[in-house]
């Protein structure tokens, strides 16, 4: 049974920093890339980092390029994004998402398996 279980999300001030983590089972981890997307009350799911299977290389959205860090240990079958420097829309639930397939890392629909989220919340 696959499962993506994220952890880490909370309460922090603008400003702040939180680092979530996505805990993957039931499939082989380390042939997936791995993306995390995020959704705003009201607003559709948008990408928000993506990191290959090796984690050679790793891929930004705009908003949070240079603020945001995605890694992942594939020994431990888990991906983190850091949140630094946080701004009030930063809030969102976040989600972490599993591809079998290379590229087109910013589509929703490459990948396959999703986690049910974590809460992110900036105060500002």
């Known amino acids: 049974q696959v499962q993506l279980v994220e952890s880490g999300g909370g309460l922090v001030q603008a400003g702040g920093s939180l680092r979530l983590s996505c805990a993957a089972s039931?499939?082989?981890?380390?042939?997936?890339?791995m993306g995390w997307f995020r959704q705003a009350p009201g607003k559709e799911r948008e990408f928000v980092a993506a990191i290959t299977e090796s984690g050679g290389r790793a891929y930004y959205a705009d908003s949070v390029r240079g603020r945001f860090t995605i890694s992942r240990d594939n020994a431990k079958n888990t991906v983190y994004l850091q949140l630094n420097n946080l701004k009030f829309e930063d809030t969102a639930v976040y989600y972490c998402?599993?591809?079998?397939?290379?590229?087109?890392?910013?589509?929703?629909?490459?990948?396959?398996?999703w986690g049910l989220g974590t809460q992110v919340t900036v105060s500002s």
């Open positions: 039931g499939f082989t981890f380390s042939t997936h890339s």
């Open positions: 998402a599993a591809s079998p397939y290379r590229g087109n890392y910013y589509s929703f629909g490459t990948y396959r398996y």
